[in-house]
């Protein structure tokens, strides 16, 4: 959990990255990173969600070895279930948040800038996500949530 000064290091840090990109290749394939940055600069918190596993983890290593001749994509398979495991552990975080009464953002742009990240972190382990957290403005409070797509319209049944 960031906050104060480190979360500024590190905002700053992405920002810093994402403008060089932006520069390089133009804002067109910058996609939402730049309003996200901003986002996490503004909220108090931001929590760096990692995978401690990833797909360097012995214990993965381990598992591939005992399962791969009934799933040959044993490797795959085994980070899928890690990675989905971190992605619910994200979902209980923001539905906490929801009920504290603060509002979350899940973020993929730290895609963006993984290198930087990492290294800033001097961490082996793999960047999941990020969520910024704080309370919503007065005038969010009250907006009513934009249009959301059917469950007919997401969902295909077979």
Not at 26 to 41: I, P, W
Not at 111 to 120: A, R
Request: hydrophobic share 45%; aromatic share 6%.
């Amino acid at each position: 959990m960031l906050t104060g000064h480190e979360k500024d290091a590190v905002t700053d840090l992405m920002d810093e990255a994402l403008q060089g990109l932006a520069e390089k290749h133009g804002n067109a394939v910058m996609g939402s990173s730049l309003n996200t940055c901003g986002v996490m600069k503004n909220a108090p918190v931001l929590v760096l969600v990692w995978n401690k596993g990833g797909l360097t983890a012995p214990r993965l290593q381990e598992m591939v070895s005992r399962v791969s001749e009934i799933f040959p994509d044993s490797e795959k398979l085994l980070h899928m279930v890690d990675v989905q495991g971190v992605a619910a552990a994200i979902q209980n975080m923001l539905l906490m948040a929801h009920v504290m009464g603060l509002g979350s953002l899940w973020i993929n742009d730290v895609y963006y800038v993984l290198d930087e990240l990492t290294g800033y972190f001097d961490n082996s382990w793999e960047l999941v996500a990020a969520v910024s957290f704080g309370y919503p403005a007065e005038s969010e409070k009250h907006k009513s949530p934009p249009p959301k797509l059917t469950v007919d319209e997401v969902t295909e049944f077979r």
